[in-house]
């Protein structure tokens, strides 16, 4: 007759032999395969789920931003962040917040993938002022000194909302030469391949470590109310070489004079 079951040896006391080294060696090998197989797929999954509450936050902001615009003669906001001689942060109007009574939830304002301690200041700007007033968006600048929509001829190739680089305390970014080189304020965005040195001058220097924090990409609110994940050089003109100064694509669709003085 078979036995019901066939297991380990039995010593000849009755007891079950142990586990040899080499299985014991082999069994942990096997899991550490499957957790390096494993691990990196659940860290890509929290990142997508990241990526979609960003976009997300985004889709509320511009759906504010559209509401604001019909009750608003049909004008962006226009705010006030660059403070002059005299002025204190009182004076401060953040883009954000006249689109408030629409939203009233300072969350959405927060990427859940940035969490930083920014070490470049606007001159006004401290840590424990940057905690009160804080935002992972920018707005371009176009649009937050009161720009009209009708001058947007292509609103939905035309970038509006666009995510903060990390370490910079900063509210809006400028499409336009700002820069002592002539180049235009990507190094204030996230996955730009660019990064701020100099508050004060506009200087930035190549970052290759600022790839984009989804996946090597960022999200994008357009003039138009819909929100896009997309590589930043995609959102750059494809006739121009990625690293020309004056390539400022889907940042100035149009390609519009400075409006900071209005």
């Given at each position: 007759?078979?036995?019901?079951?066939?297991?380990?040896?039995?010593?000849?006391s009755?007891?079950?032999?142990?586990?040899?080294?080499?299985?014991?060696?082999?069994?942990?090998?096997?899991?550490?395969?499957?957790?390096?197989?494993l691990?990196?797929?659940?860290?890509q999954?929290?990142?997508?789920?990241?990526?979609?509450?960003?976009?997300?936050?985004?889709?509320?902001?511009?759906?504010?931003?559209?509401?604001y615009?019909?009750?608003?003669?049909?004008?962006f906001?226009?705010?006030?962040?660059?403070?002059?001689?005299?002025?204190t942060?009182?004076d401060?109007?953040?883009?954000?917040?006249?689109?408030?009574?629409?939203?009233?939830?300072?969350?959405i304002?927060r990427?859940p993938?940035?969490?930083?301690?920014?070490?470049?200041?606007?001159?006004?700007?401290?840590p424990?002022?940057w905690?009160?007033?804080?935002?992972?968006y920018?707005?371009?600048?176009?649009?937050?000194?009161?720009?009209?929509?009708?001058?947007?001829?292509?609103?939905?190739?035309?970038?509006?909302?666009?995510?903060?680089?990390?370490?910079i305390?900063?509210?809006?970014?400028?499409?336009?030469?700002?820069?002592?080189?002539?180049?235009?304020?990507?190094?204030?965005?996230?996955?730009s391949?660019?990064?701020?040195?100099?508050?004060?001058?506009?200087?930035?220097?190549?970052?290759?470590?600022?790839r984009?924090?989804?996946?090597?990409?960022?999200?994008?609110?357009?003039?138009d109310g819909?929100?896009?994940?997309?590589?930043?050089?995609?959102?750059l003109?494809?006739?121009?070489?990625?690293?020309?100064?004056?390539?400022?694509?889907?940042?100035?669709?149009?390609?519009?004079?400075?409006?900071?003085?209005?």
């Open positions: 007759m078979k036995p019901l079951f066939v297991g380990r040896p039995v010593c000849a009755g007891a079950r032999a142990a586990f040899t080294l080499i299985e014991l060696l082999v069994v942990i090998a096997i899991i550490a395969i499957l957790a390096a197989i691990f990196p797929v659940f860290a999954a929290r990142e997508k789920a990241r990526q979609t509450t960003c976009l997300s936050n985004q889709k509320q902001i511009m759906l504010a931003q559209m509401m615009v019909q009750d608003y003669d049909e004008r906001c226009e705010t006030h962040h660059d403070l002059e001689e005299g002025e942060v009182a401060l109007y953040v883009w954000y917040q006249p689109l408030q009574p629409y939203i009233k939830n300072d969350g304002f990427c993938s940035l969490s930083d301690t920014p070490t470049l200041f606007p001159s006004f700007m401290t424990d002022i905690r009160t007033v804080r935002t992972d920018l707005i371009n600048g176009f649009f937050s000194h009161g720009i009209a929509l009708a001058a947007v001829a292509t609103p939905a190739e035309q970038i509006v909302i666009a995510e903060r680089n990390r370490n305390a900063f509210f809006d970014y400028h499409p336009w030469a700002s820069a002592p080189d002539g180049q235009w304020e990507r190094g204030f965005i996230d996955g391949n660019y990064r701020l040195t100099d508050p004060e001058s506009g200087a930035q220097v190549i970052d290759p470590s600022n984009g924090r989804h996946s090597e990409g960022s999200n994008y609110g357009f003039a819909h929100v896009k994940y997309m590589k930043f050089t995609a959102t003109d494809r006739n121009k070489p990625v690293d020309d100064v004056t390539n400022v694509g889907m940042h100035n669709r149009d390609n519009l004079p400075p409006n900071d003085e209005h």
